[in-house]
């Protein structure tokens, strides 16, 4: 069993930055950082792997950064110029080295106009 517990979600302005974190009880292979608006799917956010490579979904291209503390098995996702369709449910997810998929609880966090 993993634990991963989020920090950082909130309200924040149009243009305004939050930083989000992810521990994880213990070592990933990859750890991500999806979102959930209401009445719309759960997407992907941003992943890095435990080697440092990443990927980003277009919409958060050149505003977010997905960083990782390997030391301290933690995940961090910075968002900048944030807007109000950013405004969702972020959940962490991390995946093992068996491929076994967990979640965070989620944090809101809210981008007013």
């Known amino acids: 069993q993993v634990q991963l517990v989020e920090s950082g979600g909130g309200l924040v302005e149009a243009g305004g930055s939050l930083r989000l974190s992810c521990a994880a009880s213990?070592?990933?292979?990859?750890m991500a950082w999806y979102r959930q608006a209401p009445g719309e799917q759960r997407e992907l956010v941003a992943v890095?792997?435990?080697?440092?490579?990443?990927n980003y979904a277009d919409s958060v291209k050149a505003r977010f950064i997905i960083a990782g503390d390997n030391a301290k098995n933690t995940v961090f996702l910075q968002m900048n110029s944030l807007k109000p369709e950013d405004t969702a449910v972020y959940y962490c997810?991390?995946?093992?080295?068996?491929?076994?998929?967990?979640w965070g609880q989620g944090t809101q966090v809210t981008v007013s106009s």
């Open positions: 997810q991390g995946t093992t080295y068996y491929n076994q998929i967990y």
């Open positions: 890095i792997a435990r080697a440092g490579t990443t």
């Open positions: 213990r070592i990933l292979k990859s």
